[in-house]
């Protein structure tokens, strides 16, 4: 059997589509089972034919509500039995309201949402922090600063495991913490299918994030290593395109495994032996037979990133380093650097030279001293920009790119017309 869903994953598998193609989506559906259609969305969604009604597995994020609602009435235009969140990011959860309408129009029973209990958790703090996440969500993704505030909470919760029952179907649902807090990966075994919610999402796990709460690497990779001894024949990710066959589901689920747990382990070895953060950045890598599976590449989170967060998770937030304990602020380090280097000019020049030999992460560091020094520098902030714009281009990594660019565009901002640079 084949179609352009299946057509896209085997050529997923086989490396011939970029990795950084893996989550562009093409809006298509196709059913992979009976009564299984998958609906390739940014942030996937299964629709899932039942005795009860549909059961939806994630229902897309809030912007594209109403194309994913559309998509979903093209497949099947039954009512909504259920909806299950795998989590609560805004990019899988936010897409129920057409669908809570239409129900009210139509005289139907309300869809119920299912999730774990820390959903609602989250929702609540996505409302505390609005400002914060429009902010991160701009600098991640180069949009305009927006974040909702209206969620649909969960009605039915569990804690570690829930069955739920529709008609004929019954779907194991398992908590994990790894991305979040709040993960639920469904099982159903009757006919070997796996959702991993985003515990599996064709790039390197997102273990690390720099902007975001903590993530549990651990964890994630007992939770990888307790779908993979289930033996799936069909795995529906987060993102990207599904995997066909027992011994590919298998290798994709430990592979993945293995990566977060290598990157603990090592860590955590480092840790126990006295080293510092930085001390363990420069040595801990993931295993290198790795390095070439198209499904453990580096283009959203980085290793550095998870490491960070192991440190974090296991150690606190400070980095072990004396200094930084209660560190001068970066304004005044910069003066005290400038004037050992003849004056902030001299700072720039040098960061300039450092950027041009190709070493840009030490030309970022004078050239932010340069900036904190002299705020208002036109000098300071055109090198700025340059040296971030080529950090940008040279990060594989989206989180990466987007912090980069974002600094890149906050200096060249200072440098139009009508800005306070002088």
Same mark, same amino acid.
């Not at 085997?10 to 009564?35: I, M």
């Not at 390197?204 to 549990?216: H, I, L, S």
């Given at each position: 059997?084949?179609?352009?869903?299946?057509?896209?994953?085997?050529?997923?598998?086989?490396?011939?589509?970029?990795?950084?193609?893996?989550?562009?989506?093409?809006?298509?559906?196709?059913?992979?089972?009976?009564?299984?259609?998958?609906?390739?969305?940014?942030?996937?969604?299964?629709?899932?034919?039942?005795?009860?009604?549909?059961?939806?597995?994630?229902?897309?994020?809030?912007?594209?509500?109403?194309?994913?609602?559309?998509?979903?009435?093209?497949?099947?235009?039954?009512?909504?039995?259920?909806?299950?969140?795998?989590?609560?990011?805004?990019?899988?959860?936010?897409?129920?309201?057409?669908?809570?309408?239409?129900?009210?129009?139509?005289?139907?029973?309300?869809?119920?949402?299912?999730?774990?209990?820390?959903?609602?958790?989250?929702?609540?703090?996505?409302?505390?922090?609005?400002?914060?996440?429009?902010?991160?969500?701009?600098?991640?993704?180069?949009?305009?600063?927006?974040?909702?505030?209206?969620?649909?909470?969960?009605?039915?919760?569990?804690?570690?495991?829930?069955?739920?029952?529709?008609?004929?179907?019954?779907?194991?649902?398992?908590?994990?913490?790894?991305?979040?807090?709040?993960?639920?990966?469904?099982?159903?075994?009757?006919?070997?299918?796996?959702?991993?919610?985003?515990?599996?999402?064709?790039?390197?796990?997102?273990?690390?994030?720099?902007?975001?709460?903590?993530?549990?690497?651990?964890?994630?990779?007992?939770?990888?290593?307790?779908?993979?001894?289930?033996?799936?024949?069909?795995?529906?990710?987060?993102?990207?395109?599904?995997?066909?066959?027992?011994?590919?589901? +298998?290798?994709?689920?430990?592979?993945?495994?293995?990566?977060?747990?290598?990157?603990?382990?090592?860590?955590?070895?480092?840790?126990?032996?006295?080293?510092?953060?930085?001390?363990?950045?420069?040595?801990?890598?993931?295993?290198?037979?790795?390095?070439?599976?198209?499904?453990?590449?580096?283009?959203?989170?980085?290793?550095?990133?998870?490491?960070?967060?192991?440190? +974090?998770?296991?150690?606190?937030?400070?980095?072990?380093?004396?200094?930084?304990?209660?560190?001068?602020?970066?304004?005044?380090?910069?003066?005290?650097?400038?004037?050992?280097?003849?004056?902030?000019?001299?700072?720039?020049?040098?960061?300039?030279?450092?950027?041009?030999?190709?070493?840009?992460?030490?030309?970022?560091?004078?050239?932010?001293?340069?900036?904190?020094?002299?705020?208002?520098?036109?000098?300071?902030?055109?090198?700025?920009?340059?040296?971030?714009?080529?950090?940008?281009?040279?990060?594989?990594?989206?989180?990466?790119?987007?912090?980069?660019?974002?600094?890149?565009?906050?200096?060249?901002?200072?440098?139009?017309?009508?800005?306070?640079?002088?």
């Amino acid at each position: 059997m084949s179609g352009p869903i299946r057509d896209f994953a085997e050529a997923c598998w086989s490396g011939a589509v970029p990795p950084g193609q893996f989550w562009k989506p093409t809006g298509r559906a196709e059913e992979l089972a009976p009564g299984v259609i998958f609906l390739h969305t940014f942030a996937n969604m299964t629709v899932l034919r039942t005795g009860a009604g549909l059961v939806l597995v994630d229902t897309s994020n809030y912007a594209a509500r109403d194309r994913t609602f559309a998509l979903v009435r093209s497949v099947d235009p039954a009512p909504i039995f259920a909806a299950i969140y795998t989590h609560g990011h805004a990019d899988h959860a936010l897409g129920l309201p057409p669908f809570l309408a239409e129900a009210r129009a139509r005289g139907w029973a309300r869809p119920r949402i299912v999730g774990h209990r820390n959903v609602a958790a989250r929702f609540a703090r996505y409302r505390r922090t609005n400002g914060y996440n429009g902010l991160i969500n701009a600098r991640q993704f180069g949009i305009a600063p927006t974040w909702p505030m209206d969620y649909d909470d969960p009605d039915v919760v569990y804690d570690t495991t829930l069955a739920l029952a529709a008609g004929e179907v019954t779907l194991q649902l398992h908590h994990a913490r790894g991305e979040t807090d709040d993960h639920t990966w469904v099982w159903w075994a009757e006919r070997r299918i796996l959702w991993t919610g985003d515990q599996f999402i064709w790039v390197a796990p997102n273990a690390g994030n720099p902007q975001k709460v903590q993530r549990y690497a651990g964890e994630w990779a007992a939770s990888l290593r307790a779908m993979s001894a289930l033996e799936p024949e069909l795995l529906i990710p987060g993102h990207g395109a599904p995997i066909l066959g027992r011994a590919r589901v +298998r290798q994709a689920l430990d592979e993945t495994a293995e990566w977060l747990e290598t990157l603990e382990r090592e860590t955590l070895a480092r840790m126990n032996a006295g080293a510092t953060l930085d001390a363990i950045l420069a040595e801990v890598r993931p295993p290198a037979h790795l390095a070439a599976r198209p499904y453990l590449q580096a283009v959203y989170d980085e290793p550095d990133y998870v490491i960070r967060n192991i440190w +974090r998770l296991y150690g606190g937030w400070w980095d072990g380093v004396a200094s930084h304990l209660k560190p001068a602020r970066e304004a005044e380090v910069g003066r005290e650097v400038a004037q050992l280097a003849g004056g902030v000019e001299r700072l720039v020049a040098r960061a300039r030279e450092l950027a041009a030999s190709g070493d840009l992460a030490l030309a970022a560091h004078l050239v932010d001293w340069a900036v904190a020094v002299e705020p208002e520098s036109r000098p300071a902030h055109a090198a700025r920009a340059e040296i971030y714009e080529a950090r940008a281009r040279d990060a594989a990594a989206l989180m990466t790119r987007g912090i980069f660019t974002a600094a890149a565009r906050e200096s060249a901002e200072r440098l139009e017309p009508g800005s306070r640079s002088g």
